[in-house]
T-cell receptor
Framework: AQKITQTQPGMFVQEKEAVTLDCTYD???????LFWYKQPSSGEMIFLIY??????QNATEGRYSLNFQKARKSANLVISASQLGDSAMYFC????????????????FGKGTKLSVKP | DSGVTQTPKHLITATGQRVTLRCSPR?????VYWYQQSLDQGLQFLIQ???????AKGNILERFSAQQFPDLHSELNLSSLELGDSALYFC??????????????FGQGTRLTVV
């Protein structure tokens, strides 16, 4: 069965420093997609970054980068130059196989990491 | 603003009652997903519709049902409500129903409180 594990329930980081949020995944499917979402205290889910299992390079989106280590089945999110507005819950998620060699559109989520940025 | 609209934002109801949550996907998105977020279960996928048809089912209770209408909006119906159904219910939409990079855009959620 597929599973996403986020082992850090909460993390603190100083403003302007970089922080890494851990995510490991388990799947037997060779094709999959990995996502990171941010959920501020207001509740909405905001897409941050995507990495495909066959992508050769690590994904980057502005201050967000994904450290993808396929052999270790890890997809850690790196936030550079943290800002106060980065304080939020962060969820790692992956696609599910559709049984036909592709992936369903729905996502399996980890339990999340609460990031607090200190001024 | 993700472009996905959910109504109502908040809902308080009594046990045993029935409620309907509504979702309008982003313009052009054919696929709609419903998720439930609770403190004990985390974020769980409930059900997916693609262009009016049910595409995938997750941990959706038999008391819950959903549908997607010809104009692509979707409704999630929750009946015989229990205290444990209190949660944040998200609707998300994406362009396609399958594929790796099916980036889903989430609505702001409906917070359901069952008293």
């Amino acid at each position: 069965a597929q599973k996403i594990t986020q082992t850090q329930p909460g993390m603190f980081v100083q403003e302007k420093e970089a922080v890494t949020l851990d995510c490991t995944y388990d799947t037997s499917d060779p094709s999959y997609g990995l996502f990171w979402y941010k959920q501020p205290s207001s509740g909405e889910m905001i897409f941050l970054i995507y990495q495909g299992s066959y992508d050769q390079q690590n994904a980057t989106e502005g201050r967000y980068s994904l450290n993808f280590q396929k052999a270790r089945k890890s997809a850690n999110l790196v936030i550079s130059a943290s800002q106060l507005g980065d304080s939020a819950m962060y969820f790692c998620a992956m696609t599910t196989p559709d049984g036909y060699g592709g992936s369903q559109g729905n996502l399996i989520f980890g339990k999340g990491t609460k990031l607090s940025v200190k001024p | 603003d993700s472009g996905v609209t959910q109504t109502p934002k908040h809902l308080i109801t009594a046990t045993g009652q029935r409620v309907t949550l509504r979702c309008s996907p982003r313009s052009g998105d054919l696929s709609v997903y419903w998720y439930q977020q609770s403190l004990d279960q985390g974020l769980q996928f409930l059900i997916q519709y693609y262009n009016g048809e049910e595409r995938a089912k997750g941990n959706i209770l038999e008391r819950f049902s959903a549908q997607q209408f010809p104009d692509l909006h979707s409704e999630l119906n929750l009946s015989s409500l229990e205290l444990g159904d209190s949660a944040l219910y998200f609707c998300a939409s994406s362009v396609v129903g399958r594929g790796m990079n099916t980036e889903a855009f989430f609505g702001q959620g409906t917070r359901l409180t069952v008293v």
